[in-house]
């Protein structure tokens, strides 16, 4: 069953853009942390952005300024806009959801129980 699912990916040239879309369900909904995390071959899964129930937002360094991740309400979505795209960019992107610690979303891939199955984003030089 397909609980979280991903949207969006492609190719782009450097500097384009692309919007990611996540369709979460009811994990939009409740105490949850909602991610987009992105893992290259040969590379580790990291984050991009997360996306707290209290509407806090985290960034990886690497995109800050040009992602924007958000939930819409009426959608139950989790998006992810993304400018001026890098050929560093180029992953596939899963969407993650998580029970929200008291403490706040973490950034480490193993605190969100619930995974898409991924879309890929190409960006070339």
């Known amino acids: 069953q397909v609980l979280l699912a991903e949207s969006g990916g492609g190719s782009v040239q450097a500097g384009g853009s692309l919007r990611l879309s996540c369709a979460a369900g009811g994990y939009a909904r409740g105490r949850n942390c909602m991610a987009w995390f992105r893992q290259a071959p040969g590379k580790e899964r990291e984050m991009v952005a997360i996306?707290?129930?209290?509407?806090?937002?985290t960034y990886a360094d690497s995109v800050k300024g040009r992602f924007t991740i958000s939930r819409d309400n009426t959608r139950n979505t989790l998006d992810l806009q993304m400018y001026s795209l890098k050929p560093e960019d180029t992953a596939m992107y899963y969407c993650?959801?998580?029970?929200?610690?008291?403490?706040?979303?973490?950034?480490?891939?193993?605190?969100?129980?619930?995974w898409g199955q991924g879309t890929q984003v190409t960006v070339s030089s």
């Open positions: 996306h707290g129930s209290d509407g806090r937002v």
């Open positions: 993650a959801a998580g029970v929200q610690p008291w403490s706040g979303c973490l950034v480490q891939s193993r605190e969100y129980t619930t």
